[in-house]
């Protein structure tokens, strides 16, 4: 089955260029950025990935049909930079309606625009204010930026990145059981490793989970972005200040524990097959972000000496979520440019050059990205009615679970069936 993919790759590339004409300039910037990760992920990792395979003449059919992968991703990259690149003119918003048409069919939203991004400046302001207070607890002294620049410089070298954040999604494990924050059902630890290459122009970090329908292949890997090879001491520097210990911790929350992975394990167990392969982001990602808050307010390194630098990262976090939201909006509708959008994340989202760079790259192809911030309001929104409904018998791990039951359809439809009613999702 590989080799007859990696047979029809040449063809899908040379189709691409019959058929781009004039996109962003910015996509063809992210396309060149990552194409020679793509080239160097078919020369090295998926040449070297059948080491028990004896047969010659197979493994010759296998080389001739990677090493055809490998030349047409160096030609494509060539085409792109010289033929592509300078008639790259064209526009990547997606204009006020079809945003709105896109919330509404991908998420059940259709709160008007303006109003959606009130609740983002409200979301942004309280989030400040909150950061603010908690960089005064740490060193009075600082301005709060000061502070956090401080707190950025508290992160471990590249090198020891993704051990230490093995360690950390270890102990958010023990955490959860201890404090019956959710049911896990049963199944092997998630895994820590490097972010592949043809995925890191734009993220930082992501969960890669089984198939609803997966029998064979059960690993679940948490994938973290490193440095490059080559770049500047500086830089490296910068990228890794993203990676502060508060951010880790926030982020292995938001991925792993109890956000993606285990979401994605209750989705396995789904009887409904509709809701096992269709859902919605602010579902998914307002349920991850969501838990970062949720995790720190149950108590999650409280006792710890750092525990005010780790809530900051929480809440640098959440700022940078808000950047997102308001940033989509306006960078879709007109109302802000790229580099405006750049300019916001690092003063508004408290964001370093390199993140918001990244963060606003993946806008332009991620128009909605506020569901991470939607979804979670959503969320708080839905807890608390349900605690009201529920009264003595509220139970945080309850409502976690029956949530879980749920799969990951938009939050109305979740709503409906743990409060039986239609009432206002925000």
Known sequence: KLIAREKAMPAALAEARKNLDNPPKIATEIALQQIDGNGAFF???????????????????????????????KEYGSWLKSDLLPRSNGDFAIGADTYRRKLAADEMIDTPLDQLLAIAQADLSRNKAAFVEVARQIDAKKAPIEVLIQVAKDHPPAAKLLDVTQSELDAIARFMTEHHIITIPPAAPARVQETPPFMRATTFASMDTPGAYETVAKEAYFNVTLPEKGWSKERVENFMRGFNRGTILSTAIHEAYPGHYVQFLWVQRLDSRVRKLLGASTNVEGWAHYCEQMMFDEGYGKGS????????????????????YIAGIEMHTGKRTFEQAVEFFEKEGYQTHETALRETKRGTSDPTYLYYTLGKLQILKL?????KMRGAKFSLEEFHTNFMKQGYPPVKIVRKALLGNDSPTL
């Open 383 to 387: 807890r608390e009615d349900y605690r």
């Open 43 to 73: 020369a090295d990792a998926v040449s070297a990935a059948f080491p028990e395979v004896k047969d010659a003449a197979l493994l010759a059919e296998f080389k001739q049909a990677n090493d055809a992968v490998v030349a047409a991703f």
């Open 305 to 324: 000496p750092d525990f005010n630098k780790l809530r900051l990262g929480q809440i640098q976090d959440a700022l940078l979520r808000d950047a997102r």
